[in-house]
């Protein structure tokens, strides 16, 4: 399957800091990238999508303005958590996808960022 | 819309088979498939398109009931490493490629 990595794996901050989580696609162009966050023991809730180029689409409820998110490229997205409080302490992961070919395709996902604010 | 999971959580012995469920109230395109080990990421099982599709790899396969809206995941002769979580993921035509994932049913499964 394709590859998706995510740096770093763990980060912790204090309050008030910015922290920036990559995402990259290792062996393919994504056209479109995911971002989730994952409380323990819960669903992964989809926090906003991002097209190359293009602004991010946010889900509601998710802060546009604390949750940054750039698509540089094809194969670079970021998110940026800014002023980072403790209840902002999550699993956040990434996923990508390429566009349809009529056949099928799926999301594929990075390993995840552990943040912890403290 | 949150797809609903069903069960929540299953016990297994090594050997014994297991079906998961995922139900939607809106018109599918596909279902996406995922499992998640503790602290991991989803790694990906498998998807299931629009069509009534079933797909299977090893001993894990999936139907996709288009009419009803549903799918299932059936795990045969369950072995130590399915423990996880299985996540059901599903889109919705018109939905630009965002999936919305259900609550997860945890399953482990014992010697």
């Known amino acids: 399957g394709a590859v998706v990595s995510q740096h770093p794996s763990w980060v912790i901050c204090k309050s008030g800091t910015s922290v920036k989580i990559e995402c990259r696609s290792l062996?393919?162009?994504?056209?479109?990238m995911f971002w989730y966050r994952q409380f323990p023991k819960q669903s992964l809730m989809l926090m906003a999508t991002?097209?190359?180029?293009?602004?991010?689409?946010?889900e509601q409820g998710v802060e546009k303005d604390k949750f940054l998110i750039n698509h540089a490229s094809l194969t670079l997205s970021t998110l940026t958590v800014t002023s980072a409080h403790p209840e902002d302490s999550s699993f956040y992961i990434c996923?990508?996808?390429?566009?349809?070919?009529?056949?099928?395709?799926?999301?594929?996902f990075g390993p995840g960022t552990r943040l912890t604010v403290l | 819309q949150q797809p609903v999971q069903s069960p929540q959580a299953v016990i297994l012995r090594e050997g014994e088979d297991a079906v998961i469920n995922c139900s939607s109230s809106?018109?599918?395109?596909?279902v996406h498939w995922y499992r998640q080990k503790h602290g991991e990421a989803p790694v990906f099982l498998m998807i299931?398109?629009?069509?009534?599709e079933q797909k299977g790899h090893e001993k894990i396969s999936a139907s996709f009931n288009e009419k009803k809206q549903q799918s299932s995941l059936y795990l045969t002769a369950s072995q130590l490493s399915y423990s996880g979580t299985y996540f059901c993921?599903?889109?919705?035509?018109?939905?630009?490629?965002?999936?919305?994932f259900g609550i997860g049913t945890k399953l482990q499964v014992i010697p």
């Open positions: 993921g599903t889109e919705f035509a018109g939905g630009y490629q965002k999936v919305t």
């Open positions: 299931l398109l629009k069509g009534g």
């Open positions: 996923s990508a996808r390429w566009g349809y070919d009529g056949s099928g395709d799926t999301q594929y």
């Open positions: 991002s097209n190359e180029g293009s602004k991010a689409t946010y």
């Open positions: 809106k018109a599918l395109y596909s």
């Open positions: 062996d393919f162009q994504a056209t479109t």
